[in-house]
């Protein structure tokens, strides 16, 4: 439960930081708008609204468009979505260090891949055996399935 309400506080407060850059945001634009003057209180709440629906536009549109992003490609380029939204996922909530362990896993994958390659295996042979490497040298909650292999090393 600790850790829970220690993420929910974390959200929180990106939320409020996220809401803080916004407002300075919309009072720079504001400002250079005014052209450093001050204008009168009706022109200013009008351009507030005006710059707040804009900003509401724009991220629904973004949120469609990545809503929309693996629908656009193939069955095969979701899996390759779902390895980048992982990657994400782990520069969001992790620290450093565990962006650093999971680049370098990605790294070692791709490394071994292409030693396997360069040894004369074929793809998908070469695919199966980075991944045991993978799992050899990091556990077997690190490996990937064909599927996966095939996204992530094509």
Wanted: glycine share 6%.
């Amino acid at each position: 439960m600790a850790k829970k309400e220690k993420k929910k506080e974390k959200q929180k407060k990106k939320e409020k930081g996220r809401e803080k850059r916004e407002k300075k945001l919309l009072k720079r634009l504001l400002q250079e708008d005014k052209g450093g003057k001050k204008a009168d209180k009706k022109s200013s709440s009008n351009s507030k609204k005006m710059l707040l629906r804009e900003i509401e536009q724009l991220k629904a549109e973004l949120q469609a468009r990545s809503a929309a992003a693996p629908a656009e490609h193939g069955a095969t380029d979701a899996v390759a979505f779902t390895e980048v939204d992982e990657l994400d996922r782990a520069s969001d909530t992790g620290s450093i260090s565990e962006r650093k362990k999971t680049w370098e896993r990605h790294q070692y994958l791709r490394a071994q891949y292409e030693s396997h390659l360069e040894s004369g295996s074929a793809k998908a042979d070469a695919r199966v055996a980075a991944d045991r490497d993978l799992r050899q040298r990091y556990g077997d909650q690190f490996g990937y399935s064909l599927e996966d292999l095939d996204s992530i090393l094509s």
